[in-house]
């Protein structure tokens, strides 16, 4: 049984930084896009960034220049590190797992909020 698990969010001031993580439990078997979600109150969930085995292949226009998805292999681990973060950053942030041809073949985590507030 596959899990995954986020961490890394919490309380942070406009313009700081965070670090969420997503640690994946159990066997992948296959190519698989990593990624990360975020749904903000009120909002659809939206794709943030996608990490292939070639690297980073996809920032929503929203982060890029401030977020930055990564992956280690050896520690089964996802990151999304974000910079200079704003208001409109404030969301629940989920790690998925998407098998990269047959894309029904998903895992998902429970998710992360990141507030970001004064």
């Known amino acids: 049984q596959v899990q995954l698990v986020e961490s890394g969010g919490g309380l942070v001031q406009p313009g700081g930084s965070a670090r969420l993580s997503c640690k994946i439990f159990?066997?992948?078997?296959?190519?698989?896009?990593k990624q990360w979600y975020r749904q903000a109150p009120g909002k659809q969930r939206e794709l943030v960034a996608t990490l292939a085995g070639v690297g980073p292949v996809y920032y929503a226009d929203s982060v890029k220049g401030r977020f930055t998805i990564s992956g280690d292999d050896n520690e089964r681990t996802v990151y999304l590190q974000m910079n200079s973060l704003q208001l409109e950053d404030t969301a629940v942030y989920y790690c998925n797992e998407r098998h990269s041809i047959s894309h029904a073949l998903e895992y998902w985590g429970n998710g992360t909020q990141v507030t970001v507030s004064l």
């Open positions: 159990g066997d992948l078997y296959g190519s698989y896009f």
